[in-house]
C-alpha cells in the first residue's frame, strides 16, 4: 500500500477537500490524559517559552477546518480513520 494515498479521502465532502475551508483558528491535535501534564508541563518549561500559553498537546494538522465544518469533520474521522 502506498502509505501518501487514502481512499476515503474522495469519501470527504468537496467542500472539505479544498485548502480554501482552512483556517489559523483550529489545529487538530492530540491531547494528553491530563495526570500526565504535570511532567509535560515540567519538560516544556525548560524548552518552551510559551508552555503556559496552551496545554500540552501534539499536533496533527494545523492550520485545521473552519469550525463549521466540524460536525462533518468529525464524522469522517469516526468512520473512516479511528477504526
Given amino acids: 500500500s502506498d502509505?501518501?494515498?487514502d481512499p476515503n479521502v474522495n469519501r470527504l465532502p468537496f467542500?472539505?477537500?479544498s485548502n480554501g475551508y482552512s483556517t489559523n483558528e483550529s489545529a487538530l491535535c492530540f491531547i494528553p490524559p491530563k495526570e500526565l501534564w504535570?511532567?509535560?508541563q515540567a519538560i516544556r518549561s525548560k524548552?518552551?517559552?510559551?508552555?503556559q500559553t496552551w496545554m500540552p498537546?501534539?499536533?496533527i494538522f494545523y492550520p485545521?477546518?473552519?469550525s463549521k465544518f466540524f460536525p462533518e469533520?468529525?464524522?469522517y474521522i469516526s468512520d473512516y480513520i479511528i477504526k
Fill in 3 to 5: 502509505l501518501g494515498y
Fill in 15 to 17: 467542500h472539505m477537500r
Fill in 38 to 40: 504535570p511532567q509535560i
Fill in 47 to 51: 524548552y518552551d517559552p510559551d508552555y
Fill in 57 to 59: 498537546h501534539i499536533p
Fill in 64 to 66: 485545521f477546518i473552519d
Fill in 73 to 75: 469533520i468529525s464524522q
